[in-house]
């Protein structure tokens, strides 16, 4: 098969399609003919080497695909040859045209939405459910701000939210970026370069301010935040690039929780309730994920570049 490979770790010309023997499933196994894979951020970091999990070299990068069952292994009961799937996590690297995975890691991708949807789904779709209800437990009528809502998990947020009732902020840092958030279901979009937006939050919200923050850009957000959580409000810290300075009494003013989450704690109890969500969602068509850019896989380097600059757009995803 074709494969991206990463003999060295280092900037996103690293990654190469080379020729790559195709993996076979063993026992529990799944083997997944790849249509389409999703770009994450987590996918650059790693590819560096300066992430805290690092894979040995050679390695195929990607976690998130979508495709179509090729063939199972021994034990194999919850799809068969043929299925059309989703995948969140492989043994063998997404960006390829196979992706080895685990039972685990195959859910089943509902009719009416693409591949392309389908590979958009897995890392951000999960980060933001996990997110929003396992983390900082939202429920309907609260308000939530999405901080950073133009990306792949802000997007997913941003539909998760509407969807069970809440009253949705989201922000980006684009004029495109920010129809893409009306779009997508927020009652109100704001300009995160602009200054004063968050005065303009504290109106929309008469004052009182938001009961659950997602934040995509801990490092330069935190601190506002704080000041525009209601009381008992949640501010869960999904990104993050660098460390940043806090007044804690704005916390404790108002009962407030600084909640961190990474997705890789969810134990597979909880990915097996986030996904029973996801493909409930992606069913009923109040999940529909967006996908900005399309490329071909040997363009990994270009998706890499992209997936790093501002003016998100929803997921980029890599043809095979
Ligand atoms: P993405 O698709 O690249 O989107 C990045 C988002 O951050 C865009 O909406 C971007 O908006 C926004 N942003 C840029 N500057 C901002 C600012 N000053 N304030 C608020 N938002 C700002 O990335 P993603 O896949 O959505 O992931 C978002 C972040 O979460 C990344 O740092 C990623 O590594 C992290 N993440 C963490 C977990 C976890 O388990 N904790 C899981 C998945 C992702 P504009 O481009 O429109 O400015």
Not at 34 to 63: C, E, H, Q
Not at 80 to 99: C, I, K, Q, W
Not at 176 to 205: F, I, P, W
Request: charged share 15%; with cysteine; net charge neutral.
């Amino acid at each position: 098969m074709k494969a991206i490979l990463v003999h060295e770790f280092g900037p996103p010309e690293v990654m190469r399609l080379e020729d790559a023997p195709d993996p076979q499933p063993g026992s529990g196994e799944v083997l997944v003919r790849v249509k389409a894979a999703g770009v994450n951020p987590v996918d650059t970091y790693v590819r560096t080497g300066a992430y805290a999990s690092k894979p040995s070299l050679p390695y195929t990068p990607g976690s998130d695909a979508a495709g179509v069952v090729e063939s199972t292994g021994a034990g194999v009961t919850r799809v068969t040859a043929g299925d059309r799937v989703y995948v969140h996590g492989t043994l063998s690297g997404a960006y390829a045209e196979f992706a080895l995975c685990k039972e685990s890691q195959v859910w089943p991708l509902p009719d009416g939405v693409s591949f392309e949807q389908g590979a958009a789904v897995g890392v951000p779709y999960a980060t933001a459910y996990r997110a929003l209800f396992q983390r900082a437990h939202a429920a309907p009528s609260e308000t939530v701000l999405i901080h950073g809502a133009s990306g792949g998990v802000g997007v997913a947020g941003t539909q998760l939210a509407r969807a069970a009732g809440m009253t949705v902020i989201g922000t980006a840092g684009s004029e495109r970026g920010l129809q893409l958030v009306k779009e997508q279901g927020a009652h109100h979009a704001l300009n995160h370069r602009s200054s004063g937006y968050l005065d303009e939050l504290m109106s929309l919200t008469g004052g009182r301010g938001v009961d659950v923050i997602l934040e995509m850009l801990a490092n330069v957000n935190l601190d506002k935040d704080l000041n525009v959580l209601a009381k008992h409000g949640r501010a869960v810290i999904v990104g993050n690039h660098g460390t940043v300075e806090i007044n804690p009494r704005s916390a404790m003013s108002r009962d407030a929780n600084i909640l961190g989450m990474t997705l890789f704690n969810a134990t597979e109890q909880d990915l097996k309730g986030i996904h029973a969500a996801l493909v409930a969602g992606l069913a009923n068509r109040s999940l529909r994920p967006v996908v900005g850019q399309s490329l071909p896989l040997a363009d990994a380097a270009r998706a890499h570049h992209a997936v790093m600059e501002s003016g998100a757009y929803g997921k980029i995803v890599l043809v095979p």
